[in-house]
């Protein structure tokens, strides 16, 4: 850590030096990770960039975080922020369609995006010597992106196809969409990242250009790598093909307050699967919120891999389920607590349903003990570092916990956090949040004809 800074320090003494204010580097900070260090650094047209130099292979992780997601779209216009995901690989001024994809496939790049409710970000893998053909197309897209109606309406039947595939054709997207939808009614939560198909099939040309004028801004970005960074060689690349970019007006997103539930919502559902399912959510508080980490303990206890307690009583030792999962929602509002709970076949939903009751009934009677706790605070560790293993891990990790928390280490923070978690902790969250009143319940009955067990 104390190596890379003289380096930082002289490669930005350098690209600073007689240049106009509007094209200088500012050095914001440095931000400890795990054994590493992440240097923070804006540039004068508001573009944030997270450095964290990792010699250890001659690679270089780039990825472009934009803080916009499905949260930020309004009604009838939902999903534009997922199909941007598609768009952004298409024409820009100075590349034709394909260009973009030819040229890092070239390169020997791995290269891919994601988009979730409170962001978007697009990535490339890359040998180190790379990374200047990276940087020039990453803000040619940014600031030169062509939206005309050809490739729009192909992206988007690109989009309607993957929205049938993974929802309207699959069972667990079909729960999970209308688990989101009755749980929220007000909060944009309330509408899938894909979109409705609707929406997703009236976009036009000038709905993406008004999108991408105003969220596709370098001041509503940054930019995280992660590998072999040689400052000296970055940061005249960074000046010369963003510095020059203009900042946008980022509107303020004033979203509404969900109102609080008061009583337990019910979807009953028929779908063309094997077997009943039961999917629950209980209101819970977003990622910043000091009860989060207990609840992420209280999933990992209750669902996390075959020694937790919901798996060995429902697929174990009932031998009803065929796999039990939970989750608890990693966002920046308030969202859910899930389990899902599959049954094997002729198991009714409302069989799952009244063992599942009982078995949520009973955190609360017997609490999760201390050996409990430890195997689900091991498997938070595990899960966590590996996803350490790698440049791209690391960055996707920094990019992730600093859109989300404000912090490029903040996922350190919480490991610590969840290992500060106690069996008390674990019950009194489960006291005050695993609430009937404040659940929302999808029963999924197939429809091809099994009989009831």
């Known amino acids: 850590m104390k190596a890379a800074k003289p380096s930082l320090d002289d490669a930005l003494a350098r690209v600073n030096k007689g240049a106009p204010k509007r094209l200088q580097i500012t050095h914001e900070g440095t931000f400890p990770f795990g054994g590493g260090a992440v240097e923070r650094l804006t540039l004068g047209n508001g573009l944030r960039v997270l450095v964290m130099v990792d010699a250890s292979a001659p690679v270089v992780s780039y990825n472009t975080w934009f803080r916009v997601g499905s949260r930020h779209e309004r009604e009838g216009k939902t999903g534009i922020a997922h199909l941007f995901e598609h768009l952004m690989f298409n024409e820009t001024k100075h590349l034709p369609a394909g260009r973009f994809d030819q040229l890092l496939e ?28 990276v940087v020039r197309l990453e803000a040619e897209r940014m600031h030169n992106l062509v939206l005309r109606e050809k490739p729009v309406a192909s992206e ?8 049938r595939y993974r929802v309207e054709d699959d069972v667990e997207g079909t729960i999970s969409e209308q688990l989101w939808a009755h749980a929220f009614r007000v909060h944009p939560y309330h509408h899938p990242t894909i979109g409705w198909m609707d929406d997703i099939l ?62 337990e919502r019910v979807v009953n559902l028929t779908h063309p699967t094997p077997t009943d399912k039961v999917s629950v959510g209980y209101k819970c508080p977003g990622m910043a919120h000091a009860d989060h980490p207990a609840l992420t303990v209280l999933t990992e206890a209750l669902t996390g891999g ?55 009934e009973g955190v609360r009677l017997r609490p999760i003990s201390p050996d409990e706790r430890d195997r689900a605070v091991a498997r938070y560790e595990l899960n966590f570092l590996r996803n350490l293993e790698t440049v791209g891990g690391k960055a ?42 404040r659940r929302t319940l999808v029963l999924v009955r197939s429809d091809l004809g099994a009989g009831p067990a």
Not at 119 to 125: D, G, I, K, V
């Open 106 to 133: 070239r390169a020997g790049a791995e290269t891919n995006a994601a988009t979730w409710n409170d962001w978007t970000y697009y990535y490339e893998n890359v040998p180190r010597d790379q990374l200047p053909l």
């Open 156 to 163: 988007k039947e690109v989009v309607a196809n993957e929205r």
């Open 202 to 263: 009236n976009f036009t040309p000038e709905d993406c250009r008004a999108f991408y004028r105003t969220w596709y801004a370098p001041n509503n970005a940054t930019l995280v790598l992660v590998g072999d960074v040689d400052y000296a060689r970055l940061l005249p690349l960074l000046v010369k093909h963003y510095g020059d970019l203009k900042p946008a007006e980022i509107p303020a997103v004033a979203l509404p307050a969900e109102p609080e539930q008061t009583e």
């Open 306 to 360: 075959r020694s937790s307690r919901f798996y060995r009583d429902f697929v174990t030792e009932k031998e009803m389920a065929a796999d039990v999962v939970g989750w608890t929602s990693t966002f920046h509002d308030p969202g859910l607590w899930e389990v899902s709970v599959t049954g094997r076949e002729g198991v009714t939903a409302q069989r799952l349903l009244d063992a599942l009751n009982a078995a949520i």
């Open 396 to 437: 996707e990790q920094i990019g992730f916990f600093d859109t989300v928390l404000g912090d490029p280490g903040g996922g350190f923070v919480r490991l610590d956090e969840v290992r500060a978690v106690t069996p008390q902790r674990v019950a009194d969250v489960a006291s005050r949040y695993l609430l009937r009143n």
